[in-house]
């Protein structure tokens, strides 16, 4: 269960990648590293931050098949895609619902507190698409207003509060990545964001 | 000793991330990511770099609940902390000052070469503020014309030299830290600054 | 000869980094700072990923030493080497032919697949130039339009096919190198670029 939802988030973000990169107008190559570092960015970090080394993506070719197909299957049918490039931002949210989630049980795989479980998840969620904006020279997704790491937070929360209930671990899981993303695509689809903090000089 | 002045500078370099975030009218989310990314940004490259993982932050709460604390209060009473805008690059400062000690002998208890233990301390420093900048969209602070790095690199010679004498090693510790901060305060205040190398085409 | 060839990047690699540097009007400590990133980016990068730390520059002094030598004399005969700054990429190259190779041994020498091999030796290549290219706001040379990453991956294919026959393995080494040179080489010179991939919306 576990290791699907990783690899349903590592799709995600790899399409996610490539359509920035498209948007850039790179070559294959550039528009291949960008699917790759979008994908595995926010996992490699957490893995380094851990010390699970070497990094999950390396040990485990699964991912590099699964990016290299995802990011020439979307070359290709982009003309496809791009009756869906209006939720470019689908692709990235459900790509952060389940790594942050992902990053959480790995967090207390190596016996880490829950709010260090939750900073983990959302910087796995968060980081990929970090990086791919500033390779792509965008600024962050995740510092324009809208909710993004706090849905992250909120799942995290989520994941802590219904586990104590006795409920499947696996259901736990799924429950926890379907918060974030059903807060993230409501705060897009009704504009809420929280308010900025700042004073006159 | 160390773990206080350890405390000390994470406190200093939360509330200049969160003055920086403030003035960029972030979120309250994303100036508390602020805050933590400067505060723990340069002691992380220097666990990860050294391979003590899970780094610091992840295994001892004590850096996460005072980051909190720091950036609730510095938005809390950011009116107040405004009479001390202008010196937004004290905190900055302070913050250098410790780090640059504490990551200087980080290396020393991994058996490293003096010249590598001052490139840490000054990676320890400096690294926070260039991911706060590099997010913010800033150039990095480190690469305007100010004594900057100069300034760790000089404190980390000091705590070579001063630690040949029989003092004891806390004074060493203190006595580094504030070389840095004095220089860079100097510095500053004289604007002094080195010249800058290049040569027409 | 791995050693060897390690050290001939690391120089090209620093030369680099101060023309970038001195171009940007960087204080002195400013260029050595980028001169040691560009050199190192790549391989510390490289071992975090696979776990080797402390990393590389860090125990093996003579990195060090050989990037402030290469440092200081580079800005010192500034005048001479302008008449190959139209050859930046020069020195570029060499880094990247050599980098690559070595990147793909050491993945080897830890167990990993080919494929994860050619992805470590492209990385341990690329991110030295794109740290430095971000830390001085440069748009990453890699994702300009020339060949670049592409020349890195094609090397290691090659290293890859040629090992199998009875060579030496100095000799494989060498060779796959200089494939990388000289497709980059050959781009640039013949001004050849991957089409770019994207669609009117």
Not at 112 to 120: K, V
């Amino acid at each position: 269960m576990f290791y699907i939802i990783d690899i349903i988030g590592t799709i995600a973000f790899a399409i996610s990648g490539v359509l920035v990169a498209m948007e850039k107008k790179m070559d294959p190559f550039g528009i291949l590293i960008i699917a790759f570092v979008t994908a595995i960015g926010g996992g490699t970090l957490r893995d380094v931050l851990i010390g699970e080394t070497p990094v999950s993506w390396m040990v485990n070719m699964t991912y590099t098949y699964v990016i290299i197909v995802a990011a020439v299957l979307a070359v290709l049918f982009r003309r496809k895609i791009n009756y869906l490039r209006t939720s470019l931002f689908l692709f990235d949210t459900i790509g952060i619902g389940f790594f942050t989630v992902v990053g959480v049980e790995k967090g207390l795989s190596v016996g880490l507190h829950p709010i260090i479980c939750i900073a983990l998840g959302t910087i796995s969620a968060c980081f990929g698409g970090v990086i791919r904006d500033i390779l792509c020279n965008e600024i962050p997704v995740i510092f324009r207003k809208e909710i993004y790491a706090t849905a992250c937070i909120l799942g995290g929360l989520t994941y802590f509060l219904i586990r104590k209930f006795p409920i499947d671990e696996n259901v736990v899981f799924v429950i926890a990545g379907i918060v974030v993303i059903v807060i993230r695509l409501l705060a897009v689809k009704f504009k809420i964001s929280l308010p900025t903090v700042y004073h006159n000089k």
